[in-house]
């Protein structure tokens, strides 16, 4: 009977270009922070860690080879997997947001939170938001520089309701923390308010060696009793919760971005001890156990068929959460065999690992080798729901349904633009993937197809490569958008310093 139903959907979608489904799936998105491809014994044989439920995931659906964050750090990717939309469109051209950051995202500009929710879903967010608030000052006015200026935390309302987070961007409840696990204010936050004023202080003693870099927090308040090390197992249970008591009368999304194994790296004493490359490969192992938890919430809810459950990460692992020389001492390597961390462009910064389970459409233990993005899943969202698309939303997005039934031809992405820590670009066409530089000695360009190492730049005997390139990726930013459609307008200048192959205006 599944193979029936399955056959009618695809007939459906090759004959009109959209999903015909129903009911709708429920939609679980588990978005790990700083993880590497390398971190999955299902894609890494040669893993020091052991990922059961995450193998099980590669098992019973479908993992995908070239799937890309749209910036290898943590902000970027978020402002992109909820709008559809490249991060340095918006008014960040690199870096990330800090705790005390107003919000990116702005008023009006829509998210697949938002999407899903006018289409009949429950929204749920459990985990690290990372997107900025509209934080509350002593003196009634609001946080309004995205880069906080020092001592900002001292004027912070505590005791008042912030805007500009998840409930006021499609989210119907938002549990969880405003920023990474190392960045105060170490406080839970329940919809548009912390759970617990903080009134204790974290105090930073300054950590030097990379065993000491890998716990480290930043000086800043911190609610009384709070524990790094429980973080996860408290989203965890919540999520499960989520499960529990969703109406089973529709549909829901769940987001659930983890804050592991980002530093600090904090596994539980019952993980401690359990993996073969120390408390990296510990935490690897509870963010597992995490997974295991939510597959079998929705299982004992008798709904997995017809969940969607996505797994990924924001970007590549981390050398503070797990040093270059760890690689050699405990011979794991979290990038797999490509090139490259978290905050760089080269493949390891932002080629993530990508799994996706739906036993009533997608084939157990398939795989896709197609060039995508986590910038699609708003589009995905939005064919899902048979929503039609507006020029101004979902800029960059492209629907990965087709591929998900394995219809690739429906799939239409055929580019990507990377972006690391410093706002600098990388552009992938096909099997090229170019990194410009002003100076033009340290520019690159990388034939994937014959070296995803990326050990061979091939920049300076292939000009009319690097000149086809640098001219789609300026149409790319030129044009508001990457998908078909009017030109949009970006955020800020239409020149900015990291566009470094374009000429200044």
Same mark, same amino acid.
């Given at each position: 009977?599944?193979?029936?139903?399955?056959?009618?959907?695809?007939?459906?979608?090759?004959?009109?270009?959209?999903?015909?489904?129903? @009911?709708?799936?429920?939609?679980? &998105?588990? +978005?790990?922070? %700083?993880?590497?491809? #390398?971190?999955? !014994?299902? $894609? =890494?044989?040669?893993?020091?860690?052991?990922?059961?439920?995450?193998?099980?995931?590669?098992?019973?659906?479908?993992?995908?080879?070239?799937?890309?964050?749209?910036?290898?750090?943590?902000?970027?990717?978020?402002?992109?997997?909820?709008?559809?939309?490249?991060?340095?469109?918006?008014?960040?051209?690199?870096?990330?947001?800090?705790?005390?950051?107003?919000?990116?995202?702005?008023?009006?500009?829509?998210?697949?939170?938002?999407?899903?929710?006018?289409?009949?879903?429950?929204?749920?967010?459990?985990?690290?938001?990372?997107?900025?608030?509209?934080?509350?000052?002593?003196?009634?006015?609001?946080?309004?520089?995205?880069?906080?200026?020092?001592?900002?935390?001292?004027?912070?309302?505590?005791?008042? @309701?912030?805007?500009?987070?998840? &409930?006021? +961007?499609?989210? %119907?409840?938002?549990? #969880?923390?405003? !920023?990474? $696990? =190392?960045?105060?204010?170490?406080?839970?936050?329940?919809?548009?308010?912390?759970?617990?004023?903080?009134?204790?202080?974290?105090?930073?003693?300054?950590?030097?060696?990379?065993?000491?870099?890998?716990?480290?927090?930043?000086?800043?308040?911190?609610?009384?009793?709070?524990?790094?090390?429980?973080?996860?197992?408290?989203?965890?249970?919540?999520?499960?919760?989520?499960?529990?008591?969703?109406?089973?009368?529709?549909?829901?999304?769940?987001?659930?971005?983890?804050?592991?194994?980002?530093?600090?790296?904090?596994?539980?004493?019952?993980?401690?001890?359990?993996?073969?490359?120390?408390?990296?490969?510990?935490?690897?192992?509870?963010?597992?156990?995490?997974?295991?938890?939510?597959?079998?919430?929705?299982?004992?809810?008798?709904?997995?068929?017809?969940?969607?459950?996505?797994?990924?990460?924001?970007?590549? !692992?981390?050398?503070?959460?797990?040093?270059?020389?760890?690689?050699?001492?405990?011979?794991?390597?979290?990038?797999?065999?490509?090139?490259?961390?978290?905050?760089?462009?080269?493949?390891?910064?932002?080629?993530?690992?990508?799994?996706?389970?739906?036993?009533?459409?997608?084939?157990?233990?398939?795989?896709?080798?197609?060039?995508?993005?986590?910038?699609?899943?708003?589009?995905?969202?939005?064919?899902?729901?048979?929503?039609?698309?507006?020029?101004?939303?979902?800029?960059?997005?492209?629907?990965?349904?087709?591929?998900?039934?394995?219809?690739?031809?429906?799939?239409?992405?055929?580019?990507?633009?990377?972006?690391?820590?410093?706002?600098?670009?990388?552009?992938?066409?096909?099997?090229?993937?170019?990194?410009?530089?002003?100076?033009?000695?340290?520019?690159?360009?990388?034939?994937?197809?014959?070296?995803?190492?990326?050990?061979?730049?091939?920049?300076?005997?292939?000009?009319?490569?690097?000149?086809?390139?640098?001219?789609?990726?300026?149409?790319?930013?030129?044009?508001?958008?990457?998908?078909?459609?009017?030109?949009?307008?970006?955020?800020?200048?239409?020149?900015?310093?990291?566009?470094?192959?374009?000429?200044?205006?």
């Amino acid at each position: 009977m599944k193979t029936v139903l399955k056959l009618m959907w695809v007939s459906a979608l090759l004959a009109t270009g959209v999903l015909a489904k129903e @009911p709708l799936p429920n939609i679980v &998105c588990i +978005l790990a922070d %700083d993880m590497g491809v #390398g971190d999955i !014994a299902a $894609l =890494n044989p040669a893993a020091k860690v052991k990922t059961p439920n995450l193998d099980g995931l590669v098992a019973s659906g479908m993992k995908f080879s070239d799937m890309h964050s749209s910036a290898s750090i943590c902000t970027p990717t978020r402002y992109s997997l909820l709008t559809g939309r490249y991060c340095w469109r918006s008014e960040l051209k690199g870096n990330v947001l800090y705790g005390y950051s107003r919000a990116l995202i702005a008023p009006g500009r829509d998210t697949a939170a938002a999407l899903l929710k006018r289409n009949g879903y429950q929204t749920a967010m459990i985990g690290k938001w990372h997107l900025g608030l509209n934080w509350m000052l002593k003196d009634g006015s609001r946080v309004t520089e995205l880069k906080a200026p020092e001592g900002i935390e001292a004027q912070i309302d505590f005791s008042k @309701p912030f805007t500009g987070g998840p &409930c006021d +961007l499609g989210f %119907d409840s938002w549990f #969880g923390i405003n !920023a990474s $696990l =190392n960045l105060p204010p170490y406080v839970w936050m329940e919809n548009d308010r912390v759970v617990e004023v903080p009134t204790e202080r974290h105090v930073s003693n300054g950590l030097k060696t990379p065993e000491e870099k890998q716990v480290r927090m930043e000086s800043g308040l911190q609610a009384s009793g709070f524990d790094p090390s429980t973080v996860l197992k408290t989203l965890t249970e919540r999520a499960v919760e989520h499960i529990d008591a969703a109406d089973a009368e529709s549909p829901f999304f769940l987001y659930l971005p983890l804050t592991a194994p980002h530093t600090p790296v904090v596994p539980r004493d019952e993980f401690r001890g359990t993996s073969d490359c120390g408390i990296y490969g510990d935490f690897v192992q509870e963010i597992d156990w995490s997974v295991g938890q939510v597959l079998d919430a929705l299982e004992a809810r008798g709904i997995a068929e017809n969940t969607l459950v996505i797994f990924t990460a924001d970007n590549g !692992a981390s050398k503070p959460a797990f040093p270059l020389k760890f690689e050699q001492v405990f011979d794991h390597h979290p990038s797999g065999i490509y090139r490259g961390r978290k905050a760089s462009l080269y493949e390891g910064g932002h080629r993530v690992p990508f799994l996706v389970r739906w036993p009533e459409v997608v084939e157990a233990g398939s795989r896709c080798d197609v060039l995508c993005e986590l910038t699609d899943f708003y589009a995905t969202c939005a064919e899902l729901v048979r929503a039609p698309a507006a020029p101004q939303v979902g800029e960059d997005s492209f629907s990965m349904l087709p591929l998900f039934f394995q219809t690739l031809e429906k799939y239409k992405r055929t580019q990507a633009v990377h972006h690391d820590f410093g706002g600098r670009f990388a552009f992938r066409d096909g099997r090229w993937k170019l990194i410009p530089s002003k100076n033009r000695s340290k520019a690159a360009l990388y034939d994937l197809e014959a070296d995803v190492s990326e050990t061979a730049n091939q920049y300076a005997s292939n000009p009319e490569v690097v000149e086809r390139l640098e001219a789609r990726l300026t149409a790319v930013v030129a044009n508001g958008r990457s998908t078909p459609g009017p030109k949009q307008e970006n955020d800020g200048p239409a020149w900015w310093s990291q566009l470094v192959w374009m000429e200044q205006k």
